[in-house]
């Protein structure tokens, strides 16, 4: 009978949330010459109250006050007018705020990925069921992996708390450092040098340079590991799949499992299944790209 296993986190972690999408970037100085736009100060903190809702599921008047740094008055003015709109619900009884059914009708009509996710799912369901463990694909968005769809093993696959469309930052996931490998190393370099990077556990890497040697070296292996870098007791490898020449769009395929049902031969032992699953998806998507 398979162990109980604690709920996780998306990648094959547990624990520790990612931080909201809003408050990822340090503030540094753009090195651009393009113009940069000035964001409208309403329109800015009503996307950010949007996000630290999705981010949390629920959060109650004082957080949002705190997590935002808002005036009561201009938090109360946005909250009235994002309900009223059907953008978010307040629950009767804890007084909480939650995405409404605007959000979610909105959500709907996004296509981004709609093709590939089709196509991947099925490739996933019978991967997941072969190893026994969960598959995930992602894509990345900034430093980011989001979670575009998900497989996991009927009763034994590792249970996840966090759902489709959640976040993780890249640099403490395997499926996060084999999206990166499909950048301009330049590119990385300044991307994770401009954004916080917190150490999650003893073993998460949060050097820049170490950083960039890991994530050059999925070019040379094909694949990518998260060996209890964003929680402890869980392993993720990961291979990049594709990248959208229209929409510069990147995704990466990925196995999470537990430490403990990991064997001597890890990585390798579960990189071929993964690397043939991806393959399969890109010869239905009719591409060879891959790394």
Same mark, same amino acid.
């Given at each position: 009978?398979?162990?109980?296993?604690?709920?996780?986190?998306?990648?094959?972690?547990?624990?520790?949330? @990612?931080?909201?999408?809003?408050?990822?970037?340090?503030?540094?100085?753009?090195?651009?010459?393009?113009?940069?736009?000035?964001?409208?100060?309403?329109?800015?903190?009503?996307?950010?109250?949007?996000?630290?809702?999705?981010?949390?599921? @629920?959060?109650?008047?004082?957080?949002?006050?705190?997590?935002?740094?808002?005036?009561?008055?201009?938090?109360?003015?946005?909250?009235?007018?994002?309900?009223?709109?059907?953008?978010?619900?307040?629950?009767?009884?804890?007084?909480?705020?939650?995405?409404?059914?605007?959000?979610?009708?909105?959500?709907?009509?996004?296509?981004?990925?709609?093709?590939?996710?089709?196509?991947?799912?099925?490739?996933?369901?019978?991967?997941?069921?072969?190893?026994?463990?969960?598959?995930?694909?992602?894509?990345?968005?900034?430093?980011?992996?989001?979670? +575009?769809? +998900?497989?996991?093993?009927?009763?034994?696959?590792?249970?996840?708390?966090?759902?489709?469309?959640?976040?993780?930052?890249?640099?403490?996931?395997?499926?996060?450092?084999?999206?990166?490998?499909?950048?301009?190393?330049?590119?990385?370099?300044?991307?994770?040098?401009?954004?916080?990077?917190?150490?999650?556990?003893?073993?998460?890497?949060?050097?820049?340079?170490?950083?960039?040697?890991?994530?050059?070296?999925?070019? +040379?292996?094909?694949?990518?590991i998260d060996d209890e870098e964003y929680a402890s007791g869980c392993r993720c490898v990961a291979v990049p799949l594709m990248k959208d020449l229209n929409s510069q769009t990147l995704t990466a395929l990925?196995?999470?499992?537990?430490?403990?049902?990991?064997?001597?031969?890890?990585?390798? @032992?579960?990189?071929?299944?993964?690397?043939?699953?991806?393959?399969?998806?890109?010869? +239905?998507?009719?591409?060879?790209?891959?790394?």
């Open positions: 009978m398979p162990q109980s296993m604690p709920k996780l986190g998306l990648g094959g972690n547990a624990g520790p949330k @990612s931080p909201a999408p809003a408050r990822i970037a340090k503030k540094t100085a753009s090195k651009s010459k393009t113009p940069r736009i000035q964001p409208v100060k309403s329109a800015d903190r009503t996307l950010a109250l949007l996000e630290l809702v999705a981010s949390e599921n @629920s959060v109650n008047f004082t957080q949002i006050l705190k997590d935002l740094n808002i005036p009561r008055s201009s938090a109360h003015g946005l909250l009235k007018t994002l309900i009223s709109s059907g953008w978010l619900g307040q629950d009767p009884d804890s007084k909480e705020y939650s995405l409404g059914l605007r959000a979610w009708q909105v959500g709907q009509l996004y296509r981004g990925h709609y093709h590939l996710v089709g196509i991947a799912k099925p490739v996933m369901d019978r991967l997941a069921s072969s190893v026994g463990e969960t598959v995930q694909l992602a894509r990345l968005d900034g430093i980011e992996n989001v979670y +575009i769809a +998900i497989s996991e093993s009927a009763g034994h696959g590792m249970q996840l708390s966090s759902r489709v469309g959640g976040r993780l930052l890249a640099h403490a996931t395997g499926i996060g450092k084999a999206l990166l490998s499909m950048k301009d190393p330049i590119e990385v370099e300044e991307l994770l040098k401009s954004s916080d990077l917190p150490q999650y556990t003893r073993k998460t890497v949060t050097d820049v340079d170490q950083l960039m040697k890991l994530i050059s070296s999925v070019n +040379i292996n094909g694949f990518a990925s196995i999470t499992m537990p430490t403990s049902r990991t064997d001597k031969n890890w990585p390798l @032992s579960i990189v071929e299944p993964l690397k043939l699953a991806a393959q399969e998806i890109r010869s +239905i998507v009719g591409t060879t790209d891959e790394k």
